[in-house]
């Protein structure tokens, strides 16, 4: 079996949760994440990322990094009037990378965030 095929090999388990409530988002999304900078203290890096799906316990979006599990985000979930964004706290629960493209160039990850209340 070849590595690039490897990749698609996700787990796959029973999950209790009930998914039947997400609703297809497509939107870029803006985040913010807070990194550790050696000597310095913390530095906020602010990225854009795309929404795929909601529901009320959290969302899937598409990135450009793969940020730890457990990492807060602070994002800013599109409202239905375009003009205003609603800035929440996510918990990243876990994060694919995406098998398809030349991984040499631009690497893109399913992120699955948690919204904390």
């Known amino acids: 079996m ?9 787990p796959i388990r029973d999950s ?11 939107r870029p999304i803006l985040y913010e994440i807070t990194v550790p900078e050696a000597g310095k203290g ?12 909601i529901s009320s316990g959290g969302m899937l979006v598409l990135m450009d990094q793969a940020p730890d ?3 807060v985000l602070k994002i800013y979930v599109p409202t239905p009037i375009t ?9 990243v629960r ?6 398809i493209g030349d991984s040499s160039r631009h690497v893109t990850y399913f992120v699955g965030l948690k919204f904390m209340f």
């Open 94 to 99: 876990w994060t694919r990378k995406l098998p």
């Open 16 to 26: 209790y949760e009930n998914h039947s409530e997400r609703a297809a988002l497509l």
């Open 42 to 53: 913390n530095l906020v890096k602010e990225g854009k990322a795309l929404s795929l799906n």
């Open 83 to 91: 003009i205003a964004e609603t800035p929440t706290l996510a918990e």
């Open 69 to 71: 599990i457990e990492q």
């Open 2 to 10: 070849d590595v690039a095929s490897m990749e698609w090999e996700w």
